[in-house]
């Protein structure tokens, strides 16, 4: 069965790096480079799972410094070595 997976993170090497590996265990991933395109991506699709790295860097359009104060996410950060 087929994961829909959003994949974040600011590296691309990393990036392509990781989607080989799903595409070897039979998923395609949608790819996202920071939290701006994550957050795009969410509100068009919805994902089984987002695998994220831990530092990727959120940016508000209107917050050139970081994260906006105002801003609450709507989902639970979960981190795990491998």
Known sequence: MSLSILLVDDSEINLKVASLILKKLGHQADLATNGIDAIEALEHKRYDIVLTHGDVYLRCKDDPVG???SFKP?????SSTL
């Open 67 to 69: 994260v906006s104060p």
């Open 74 to 78: 709507r989902c639970t950060s979960v």
